[in-house]
């Protein structure tokens, strides 16, 4: 598949975005059972470096 800058090369166009439209989303944690589940998965992550870090000096 060709590059955007490819396409642009052989007569495609390119979209313009504006600002407030490529701005980075923010997470929307609404409810408790979605906030549950996602720090779970944060503290799952630092369980994971704790335990590989553990297992591998060995």
Known sequence: ???P???IEHGG???SYAP???RQGE???KTL???T???AGLAGIVVLVI???IFSGR
Do not use: G, H, N, S
Request: aromatic content about 8%; charged content about 35%; proline content about 0%.
């Open 1 to 3: 598949m060709a590059t």
């Open 5 to 7: 800058d490819e396409q």
């Open 13 to 15: 166009t390119r979209r």
């Open 20 to 22: 407030e439209d490529t």
């Open 27 to 29: 997470i929307v944690l």
């Open 33 to 35: 059972w979605r906030r």
């Open 37 to 39: 589940i996602f720090i």
């Open 51 to 53: 335990v590989v870090t």
